[in-house]
C-alpha cells in the first residue's frame, strides 16, 4: 500500500472535500512514482485519519485531489518510547530510527550520558533532527503506518531518568540478571537505552533511586543500536498472542 502524509489535513474532512498535497510528499508522489490525475491514493495526517483520494490534478508544485471515504483507526492501547544514547556512528542511529518506526514505537528521544560521544551543537542538532524525521517518515510510509512515531527534543540521562507518565520504566543494563518478564499489554512503556560502552554504574545507580526497573537483554552483549532495535521487537512481540488493538 502506497501511502502518503499530509499532517496539516484538518480532522473533519468529509466525503468530496478538496485536499492539496505540497511539499516532499508531492516530489514522491509526482516525480517518483509518477502519479496522474484519475488514479486514487491513501493519505493519513499522522494521526489516525485514513483518507481515501481521487487525484483531480497534478500541477508543478503540488496535487490537488477529492476525499472519496473517511476513517480513523485508534491507536494501539500499547506505546513504546525508546531513549535512546547519541552514537558516535550516525549511520548507527540512523538504523534504530528506521527499524525502531517499522517496528511500531510511538516515541524515540535522542539522550546524552556520561559515555555519549557525540554531542553535537545546537546548530548541527537541528540538521539531525530534520534528518532523523525525514528517515521515521519514510519507515513510516514503507510500513504503512497511520499513527506517526514522535521524535523529541534531545535530553540529558538525568531528565530521561524522571520523566513521568509511564507505567513501566526500564533501563536494559549488561551486568543484569533480571529477565524481562514485564507485562507490556496496554501500557505506557519506556526503554532508556545507553551509548557504546554502555551505562556508567554511577547513572545505573541513578536510575534505580529513580524507579527505573533494571533489565537484562541477554548473556552477550548488544551493540547501543542493537539493544534499541530489541527493546521494540521484544514488546512487539509478546503482544503477537493478543488481540490486534494492542499491537504496536
Known sequence: MELFYLPSAPADLAPSSPIEIDGAEFHHLARVLR???GEHIT?????GQRLEVEIREVGKHSMEGVVLERSVLEPPSTS??????????????????EKAAELGVSGVIPMITRR???QPS??????RMERWRSIMLSASRQCGRFHLPELHEPLAFGEAVRLDGYDLRLIPYEASAEPPEAD??????LF???PEGGFSPEEVDEARSAGLQEISFGRTILRAES??????????ARLLDGPPGRWL
Do not use: C, H, Q, Y
Not at 43 to 47: E, K, L, M, N, P
Not at 85 to 97: E, G, I, M, T, V
Open 116 to 118: 555519549t560521544v557525540s
Open 35 to 37: 502519479k496522474r490525475a
Open 80 to 97: 513504546v518510547t525508546v531513549a535512546m544514547s547519541l552514537l558516535k556512528a550516525p549511520a548507527r542511529f540512523d538504523f534504530f530510527l
Open 43 to 47: 493519505v493519513t495526517d499522522g494521526r
Open 192 to 194: 532508556l537505552i545507553g
Open 184 to 189: 507490556f499489554a496496554g501500557k505506557k512503556v
Open 227 to 236: 539493544a534499541g532495535v530489541f527493546a521494540a521487537a521484544l514488546v512487539r
Open 122 to 127: 545546537r546548530e548541527r542538532m537541528g540538521a
